[in-house]
């Protein structure tokens, strides 16, 4: 088979892909993540483990999913809620995704300053000599929003 | 399909045939629950060798050589082989030196072929273990089945074995009150646990008296003053120990912390929607990612590099304490040479027994230390001192020495 | 009110006071940061013992008299007590009689009082640790202070030892790449850490030319041919080490996940709406709900009962190894009674050397092995190992044996 034709399906192949992603996407209720309720979230069975840990944590009556994994700058929350619902909307449909799943710098690194958002007082002292990129508050935080992980 | 997904994950498991109390084919079970059936069956596979175990069967006598020196007089220094999946488990007693070179009792059967249970009700318990195991081997072909640790009604976990039944009710255990966690472990610990055969009958028995510590285990024998064979060149009463994991497991941090076998041997894993218990029963360094990473945020070298620092450190001591024991072994020998006997060496082979028990405890122990890194390093410390004592008792041996004061 | 406290606490630091280049004393520092300094002060409290440390000052002489023997001819078979907090790390040293039975080096300074960076800037680094201690512990009086460990402009942590600073340089680690984390473990790496005084300028030296494990320490003593003493009943040339907290830790697996010293003995505390880090430096056990549960979901008893079983273990390996060595060193002492010389005893003596450095490198170490359990069983079973091969090595000595043939 000539390398043209090989192209042609793989960009069939991927066009199916998408098509199946943008099914998942709505079918999902994708959308949920332009949403706050935590139990959007679970449209996907796959994030039950999160919800049910976030569910028994501290932070149940302080954060909702979002709160922590999304940015809250207008531009960035949008933005990252978007690469997001499409990323694991991919994930889920072509299952191609880690078991356990585990979070990507980024949406740690979205975490992260979202803990700042809210404890800018508490950690004010930690940072005084310090910019935030020294210190990493899942390091001994890690488990705040889910419980079961260390 | 994702809409395929949502309903497969309501639908799972699809009870599509009965199974009947005493049914023990796996292949009937595995019509209801065919992803824990596939993983079943690929204890059959050969995934290779990890740096101290894994499934390919090497040989522990070549690999190791110190111990044929060490299991002089016992089976074990005929015939020894690393372990593989549980698809081989009757296949392999069947195939090993140690059923033909000695006579074997049934009380072998017990931990290698699901129709133990059964035939212990037919037979009776004393009976069945004091039968020839060359005349039950026929019979006992299935080496692992779903049923030697679920229940065919509610697929709960259950214990089908009598002695680890009769040893943890010795110790007050009431066994209807386990938890769910214990229950992931205790099904591992009706076979890989220490044991012996308890006198005329050989009824198999757990040595847990006292407790299930090395220290404790070793009062319980000597209360009994059992042995398992006399040591071909120091003519001490020796103790075989074997695959101690519940034991060892049950001093470590992991166990402390509420990890059972089933957490890092049977993980979880995404079938297709759902999640199950993965039955491919293996070394967890075979698929590190679903075993520790449920746990642990390392990635999978990291985690790696744990296991191969914890056990290259037992590895290290297991080598060390074997010089101390051969050259105990050589120094009682010599003394014997030299005209000593039983009375001269008194002390001697008390220590030999003391030192190579220890010492058996982690060498037949299957993690090589990772169980219970320091308790694994604490033995193996004591069997080395234990070892050299009982060279400087025996080099005490003077044959110029008036016999009287001894 | 919340806008109050914010500003309160972003305006923070709220400096009160200017702190010179070189201003060591803590009242001023404190000016600007009173909670820290509340913290740093509480150092002089006596908070008890702890099962194996705590601040309550015991006699270690007293208390595992095998240390007597096995010091002998070293200043600290004469005194060695228990250590406590940072306030008293000038006190103490001008007070134990290892700084009057013998003449010290100004070296000693270097680790008990807050001005010797200083008084090196002045001297010169050689003169400074080749003049009599006594001749500078006039000045040498503020045991420990901030700026032992702080920027006075930024407040970052900085290391200010000398000695820390060549031995890592040497090891190609630029320390001005250091991160937060490590330095939150070097700054205490400092003190904390096996030295020597080499050559004829006593030069303060960390001993890491092969790496930090005892193995590589070895290796860089035995290349020296260097001895701390020789021992008074056998003449071995040993080696005394102190505590080895920084190298010890960092084979454990706390130091593998990133675990540093500042996180469990200075974790954060809250003071009213901020946290910052408890400066009352201490044992762990005093506070394990600040220091471990914010990393491990465990009860105080749980986590209590974690550090008692590893030091139990340690202990046992301690006193068992002392044993050992005492044995060594009579076998050695009877063989020397009996006529032999140092060529007799060669074997004997390299080997009491090498155990008695193993045993020391975790009896030295202030955790009791909590810091990598495993390793300190590990080497404490190398040190047993070593001692009983010295004590068979001078029972081989033969007074009628004709020396050719040694
Ligand atoms: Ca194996
Ligand atoms: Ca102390």
Request: net charge neutral; glycine share 8%.
């Amino acid at each position: 088979m000539t390398t043209r034709n090989r192209s042609c399906i793989l960009a069939a192949m991927l066009g199916v892909a998408c098509g199946l992603a943008v099914f998942t996407f709505l079918y999902a209720r994708g959308p949920s993540y332009l949403f706050d309720d935590p139990r959007t979230c679970t449209n996907c069975h796959v994030m039950r483990a999160e919800f049910d840990s976030w569910n028994r944590s501290s932070h149940k009556g302080g954060a909702t999913c979002n709160a922590c994994h999304t940015p809250h700058n207008p531009a960035g929350k949008y933005a990252v809620k978007a690469l997001n619902g499409w990323n694991h909307s991919v994930a889920f449909t072509t299952g191609r995704f880690p078991d356990p799943i585990t979070i990507k710098s980024l949406n740690r690194t979205v975490a992260a300053d979202n803990c700042h958002r809210c404890h800018e007082i508490m950690v004010s002292r930690m940072l005084a000599s310090y910019s935030r990129k020294e210190v990493d508050c899942a390091r001994c935080h890690g488990s705040v929003g889910h419980p079961e992980r260390n | 399909d994702i809409v395929g997904k949502k309903r497969e994950a309501l639908s799972y498991p699809l009870k599509v045939v009965e199974i009947g109390k005493n049914e023990i084919d796996p292949v009937l079970w595995g019509k209801n629950f065919p992803f824990e059936y596939d993983g079943f069956v690929k204890t059959e596979i050969d995934y290779g060798a990890t740096r101290y175990g894994g499934s390919k069967q090497f040989d522990r006598l070549e690999r190791y050589p110190a111990l044929r020196r060490l299991y002089a007089g016992n089976a074990f220094g005929v015939d020894y082989k690393e372990e593989r999946g549980h698809h081989y488990a009757a296949i392999d007693q069947e195939k090993t030196k140690r059923v033909s070179v000695v006579q074997q009792p049934g009380a072998c059967v017990n931990c290698h072929a699901a129709e133990a249970p059964l035939m212990i009700e037919e037979m009776g318990w004393e009976a069945f273990n004091r039968a020839p195991y060359d005349s039950l081997k026929g019979r006992a072909k299935t080496g692992s089945s779903c049923s030697d640790c679920h229940d065919p009604e509610t697929m709960a976990l259950r214990i089908t074995r009598p002695a680890f039944r009769i040893a943890m009710e010795a110790a007050g255990v009431d066994l209807k009150k386990a938890t769910r966690q214990e229950m992931r472990a205790w099904v591992c610990a009706q076979c890989h646990v220490e044991y012996y055969f308890k006198g005329e009958d050989k009824v198999l028995t757990l040595p847990w008296s006292r407790g299930r510590s090395i220290d404790s285990i070793e009062v319980h024998y000597d209360e009994y003053a059992f042995k398992d064979f006399t040591h071909k060149e120091t003519g001490a009463p020796m103790i075989k120990i074997q695959h101690p994991e519940f034991e060892l497991w049950g001093t470590g941090v992991h166990a402390k912390s509420g990890v059972a076998c089933a957490d890092c041997h049977m993980p979880y894993i995404r079938e297709g929607s759902v999640k199950i218990s993965d039955h491919w029963v293996r070394s967890p360094l075979d698929h590190l990612e679903q075993t520790c990473q449920t746990c642990h945020r390392l990635t999978k070298e990291e985690l790696n590099e744990r296991v191969i620092s914890i056990q290259d450190r037992t590895a290290a001591l297991l080598r060390r304490s074997e010089l101390a024991l051969i050259a105990a072994i050589d120094a009682i020998a010599a003394a014997r040479a030299a005209g000593a006997g039983d009375d001269d060496l008194g002390e001697a082979l008390r220590l030999h027994r003391a030192a190579q028990m220890r010492w058996d405890f982690i060498s037949s122990e299957n993690s090589t230390g990772f169980h219970s890194p320091q308790e694994a390093a604490r033995v193996l410390a004591e069997s080395i001192d234990l070892a050299r004592q009982a060279e400087l008792a025996a080099g005490k041996y003077d044959p110029g020495r008036d016999r009287g004061r001894m």
